[in-house]
């Protein structure tokens, strides 16, 4: 018996389940791959290395951060060549930020410690030898590093210069203030400007019904001083870093000036151990998810593109649950079976597999221009005629896109509950039934709650979908940069009709649209990882509400 | 032990009324498929009647006709009439769900809610719309302790239905189903999956119950109709072969098939 047991103990099928297996492997391959490429290319955002001061044969040098090293092309495939990309930095002299240097052409690499790395408000980074400091007062700090203390076992020591510690201070001055500026121009301005708006609206409507207009035009004066002060507060606060700068030499050479104002961090990169470079990466990491983006969006946060994505998703799902539900219920307890349920239920899937942008398309012809067209003249018809025919709803924005992609997403919503429904044990309907409830009473009492997992996870799928989706989204209401967030402080406090930033058009502009396509490349791949994370989150939150509804059945299989 | 069969329950105080529910020449069919040919016969106010019979013979269906739960088939017909108390079930004047409010259903597999024990009992009582705390309190305690389940769950009345055991989910799903004091009982094979002590409980449970339900119970235990039982009727393929007092049907059977049957020669 034992001897023969190779032969009889294994069923037939059995040597296929290794075949069955390699269709995950693949797929998981796939999707490793993918997020190793995502996480290596995203870190270099965050990661600060060692940047080179590279002698040229020429006798000319650059001072970058190495970025990738390629074949050169047309080099002979039997002799490859290679060429080096160096991040330089400085835009405003060098014309550009990035640079391939033929490795041929190098003569020498040295790492110079007094290389000060600059990021900054404007122009990208910039790689600089510091000479002098003027602080705010005006006073000046010559740069010198002095030489690291090296120990009896080799080690080395750095030593932080008060001249870099001055620079540190100065920095985080100059960022205080600039914050302080963009709170009066973005907060207190914003509010001015969003009262002077309804009196210009509503002086424009007295001017029209000839009602008088003393009170309005004496308002906007009012705010226009108001606005003025403002703005001179402004002024004033940003007087305060308007001396303190960085007078260094480039590369080449040429001497530059750079202001503390446009400065937002500084680092010594060859001097730095790596704690300091892992305490700069988290610094980076927090401005990656809490700020605001800068140059085009190429550098500085994401947080308006985080945000935006996570509201339109959380509204989106919120808008086709229900409709899904209903419908499903509708599909599955009420309609009596035929011909053209059967229409319907085929049309209800094939939705699932109609192009995204198709209904991007629809969004806009029929949310955006009809609804919304409807809406703005029956409701906001003074803004229309006294605000130079600009829309409120008749344009895209935050309803009209989590509209777009509920109705993107309502297939799996209705999928998934007839599904659930379906799979609730048919004695429990009966039970209930039989106990003299109505079938109302059924559904809501008896069905809903026990497909209520089931429902969870076609929601989870929709969302998934939902956060992850661009094409509608483009011509719905989402821009590359939206001056103001979609939920805030003014009242309602969600606005429905502001256009906003979302994550995944945030890479497709980032990577197909940005003027420079060096710089965007790893913010590209940043975004990208952070998309992941966000859709995980999003589906981890659902999965953990579905997991506790599900434990309310476990002792259902008795 | 081996007469146990054929020591039938005498026949209780019979004041109630004779023909409680009334089946009139009822005929059933499912789709094309005839499930019950055309029969007749009543059942008598607060008594137990058992429908025996080999499996597929109609019972379940004859059963689920007393409450139109076979309304939730689709392509059902059926002939003739089914009264109780002289008013037909199929009156449209009369409600589904009022006549299933006075015609409670035990199935053969228990089926709680996924909810507490507590909502599970007050269950019928809060789709009437009933929702004052004591009156649900006291209708809880009474159909719990009816079903002899109180003193087992009394401390856990809050915990989820789904943890009790299979015998104690039979006799919740009883307890749910004389919770709003129907009149009628209908139970389909109650004890199929329990083992012998539940099954008693049950069955002494039916006796009490009697007092105030006419009970109606499908049964593949012969020596379960003998103990229960006053009445019973014995089906063969859709067919009502035989009806008479359980005494008779089980120690004179009138006809071959039901004696077939009741000695084990099939079914
Ligand atoms: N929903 C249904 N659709 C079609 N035919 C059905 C349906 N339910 C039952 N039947 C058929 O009706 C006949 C009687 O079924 P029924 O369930 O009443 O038998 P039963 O006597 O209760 O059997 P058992 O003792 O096995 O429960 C069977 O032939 C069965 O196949
Ligand atoms: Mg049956």
Partial sequence: MASSSSDNSTPKGEPWVWFTSLGLIVGLTMVAGLLGLVLINGFSVFWAPQVP??????????????????????????????ERQYQIGLRELNSTSYVWVDELNITDEKFTRETLGLERMENGPAFIIPKTIVDST??????????????????FHPIYTTAFSLIRAEVDQ?????????????NKIGLVNAEMEETRIALRRAEDRQEPTVELTDKLKTLDLKFAELKKEAEEISKLTALGHIEGIDAKGRSVTIPFAGIVRAWEPNRMTTLDRIGLMFSRMQEFLFDAPREAN??????????????MTVFMSMLVTPVGVIAAIYLKEYAKDGPVLRVVRICVN??????????????????????????????????????????????????????????????????ATEEALSAVPRGMREASLAAGASKWQTIRDILLPASAPGILTGVILAMARGAGEVAPLMIVGVVKLAP?????????????????????????????????????????????????????????????IRNRLRARFKGASF | MSNARFQARPATDQTGRPDFISIKNFGFWYGDKKALKSMSLDIPERQV??????????????????????????????????????QSIYDPGLEVISLRRRVGMVFQKSNPFPKSIYENVVFALRVMGVKNRAVLDEACETSLRKAALWD?????????????????MQRLCIARAIANRPEILLMDEPCSALDPIATGKIEELIHELKAQFTIVIVTHSMQQAARVSDRTAFFYLGELIEYDTTEKIFMNPGQAQTEAYISGRFG
């Fill in chain 2, 152 to 168: 087992e769950v009394k401390d856990r009345l809050n915990d989820n239905a789904l943890g009790l055991s299979g015998g104690q």
């Fill in chain 1, 53 to 82: 001061t590279v002698k040229l044969k020429d006798g000319s040098e650059i001072i970058g951060q190495f970025v990738q090293r390629r074949v050169r092309p047309n080099s002979p495939a039997s002799d490859p060549q290679y």
């Fill in chain 2, 49 to 86: 009647v058992a429908f025996i019979g080999p499996s597929g013979c109609g019972k379940s269906t004859l059963l689920r006709n007393l409450n139109r739960m076979n309304d939730l088939v689709d392509g059902i017909r059926h002939e003739g009439d089914i009264e109780i108390k002289g």
């Fill in chain 1, 298 to 311: 190429t550098e500085g946060g994401l947080m308006p593109a985080i945000f935006g994505t996570l509201v």
């Fill in chain 1, 484 to 544: 103001t967030l979609p939920i805030d402080g003014l009242a309602p406090f969600l606005h429905l009709d502001r256009k906003f930033m979302h994550l995944g058009f945030h890479i497709y502009d980032l990577g197909f649209q940005s003027p420079d396509s060096d710089a965007a490349r790893p913010m590209v791949f940043a975004t990208t990882l952070l998309l992941i994370i966000l859709v995980v989150c999003l589906n981890l939150g659902a999965i953990t």
């Fill in chain 1, 138 to 155: 005006g006073k000046q700090h010559p740069f010198i590093v002095p030489n690291a203390t090296v120990d009896s076992a080799g080690k």
């Fill in chain 1, 350 to 415: 094939n939705l699932a597999g109609v192009p995204s942008i198709v209904f991007g398309v629809f969004g806009l012809g029929f949310f955006v221009y009809v609804l919304g067209g409807t809406i703005d003249q029956l409701f906001f018809s003074d803004q229309l005629k006294y605000n130079n025919n600009t829309p409120v709803f008749g344009t895209g924005g935050l309803l009209w896109c989590s509209l777009t992609l509920a109705l993107m997403t309502l297939p799996v919503v209705i999928v």
């Fill in chain 1, 174 to 186: 100059a960022t205080l203030i600039r914050e302080r500026v963009l709170d009066i121009n973005q």
